[in-house]
């Protein structure tokens, strides 16, 4: 029997609507080989303002993680917010799962929209996919913004016990709820002060209809994709000025992997470390997360010595 009523729907008939109201439209890109992808872009382009593009994570789709940082953001930049392949209104037919395409799909939309020089943020996968996005196209990129994004991890981390689970195949179990009990384990991992606690189970089986349930199989992929072969020694050394932003009490990427990207980049990079706060920051503490990421990327390109942000 059909539903009669969505919150999840209904929220996202509110955050397209919000994203119109900040200067943005919805816009599908065909890429020809297979591959759409769907981006928010403006509506008008302002030629004296910046280009910037956020890169969602795992989870919802792209409007649910970026719609404060857009409320914010969007008055100082051009802003552009695809959907990953796979999540939200982007897919491919075609075979490849790895950040590398992703990020190759994610430059093709830019260049479509005619943007040829720009900031990246990328968040949890997402930063996944901003750090290969520079490595790869490092002369149209002026500065990067990882956030809570392993990307110095390595395959053996999984057997050793920096993570909590043990092989990528757990982690996609916890990634990728399909039950109430899955998505209330999930928001335990995500935030320190787990709001599913409280959540009734059907509002959320309700999120899980709308937001998990498509291309499990193919996500799954993406995150073996991740980790497989995966060495520091093979990580490239990106040399735009960046910005990493860590909870100091995440339990999917822990601490220790952005101390170990701060120190792969070295004085190029920044570290703000944001206390009392888990993986989800952007959720539990966007205040402390938008004050110096609008400060880097409004700054000038030099980076400043590692702070913790309280």
């Given at each position: 029997?059909?539903?009669?009523?969505?919150?999840?729907?209904?929220?996202?008939?509110?955050?397209?609507?919000?994203?119109?109201?900040?200067?943005?439209?919805?816009?599908?890109?065909?890429?020809?080989?297979?591959?759409?992808?769907?981006?928010?872009?403006p509506k008008s382009k302002k030629p004296t303002r910046p280009d910037l593009v956020l890169i969602h994570g795992f989870g919802a789709n792209s409007m649910w993680q970026w719609s404060e940082t857009v409320r914010i953001l969007s008055r100082h930049f051009n802003v552009y917010v695809p959907d990953l392949l796979f999540f939200g209104d982007s897919y491919t037919t075609r075979p490849e799962r790895t950040v590398s395409f992703q990020a190759q799909c994610v430059k093709r939309v830019m260049e479509a929209n005619s943007v040829t020089k720009m900031s990246?943020?990328?968040?949890?996968?997402?930063?996944?996919?901003?750090?290969?996005f520079a490595a790869q196209f490092g002369d149209c990129v002026e500065k990067v913004v990882i956030c809570c994004a392993g990307v110095c991890l390595e395959e053996k981390d999984l057997k050793e016990g920096l993570f909590a689970v043990s092989s990528v195949e757990d982690a996609a179990n916890i990634l990728l709820p399909q039950t109430a009990?899955?998505?209330?384990?999930?928001?335990?991992?995500?935030?320190?002060?787990?709001?599913?606690?409280?959540?009734?189970?059907?509002?959320?089986?309700?999120?899980?209809?709308?937001?998990?349930?498509?291309?499990?199989?193919?996500?799954?992929?993406?995150?073996?994709?991740i980790a497989k072969d995966r060495k520091l020694s093979d990580l490239p050394k990106i040399t735009q000025p960046t910005l990493i932003v860590w909870g100091d009490q995440d339990k999917i990427f822990p601490l220790e992997l952005g101390h170990r990207l701060k120190r792969h980049l070295g004085e190029n990079a920044q570290m703000v470390v944001i206390k009392n706060t888990g993986h989800g920051f952007l959720y539990e503490k966007p205040k402390d997360f938008h004050k110096p990421l609008k400060a880097f990327l409004l700054g000038t390109t030099k980076t400043a010595p590692p702070q913790d942000q309280t």
């Amino acid at each position: 029997m059909p539903k009669c009523f969505s919150f999840t729907a209904t929220q996202n008939r509110c955050l397209k609507s919000t994203f119109s109201s900040r200067g943005l439209r919805s816009t599908f890109t065909d890429l020809k080989d297979g591959t759409i992808m769907h981006c928010w872009v403006p509506k008008s382009k302002k030629p004296t303002r910046p280009d910037l593009v956020l890169i969602h994570g795992f989870g919802a789709n792209s409007m649910w993680q970026w719609s404060e940082t857009v409320r914010i953001l969007s008055r100082h930049f051009n802003v552009y917010v695809p959907d990953l392949l796979f999540f939200g209104d982007s897919y491919t037919t075609r075979p490849e799962r790895t950040v590398s395409f992703q990020a190759q799909c994610v430059k093709r939309v830019m260049e479509a929209n005619s943007v040829t020089k720009m900031s990246v943020v990328g968040l949890s996968y997402g930063g996944f996919v901003a750090y290969d996005f520079a490595a790869q196209f490092g002369d149209c990129v002026e500065k990067v913004v990882i956030c809570c994004a392993g990307v110095c991890l390595e395959e053996k981390d999984l057997k050793e016990g920096l993570f909590a689970v043990s092989s990528v195949e757990d982690a996609a179990n916890i990634l990728l709820p399909q039950t109430a009990e899955q998505m209330r384990e999930l928001m335990g991992y995500t935030f320190v002060k787990a709001p599913a606690k409280v959540l009734p189970s059907c509002l959320l089986t309700d999120f899980i209809d709308e937001m998990f349930t498509q291309y499990v199989e193919e996500k799954k992929e993406l995150l073996l994709a991740i980790a497989k072969d995966r060495k520091l020694s093979d990580l490239p050394k990106i040399t735009q000025p960046t910005l990493i932003v860590w909870g100091d009490q995440d339990k999917i990427f822990p601490l220790e992997l952005g101390h170990r990207l701060k120190r792969h980049l070295g004085e190029n990079a920044q570290m703000v470390v944001i206390k009392n706060t888990g993986h989800g920051f952007l959720y539990e503490k966007p205040k402390d997360f938008h004050k110096p990421l609008k400060a880097f990327l409004l700054g000038t390109t030099k980076t400043a010595p590692p702070q913790d942000q309280t």
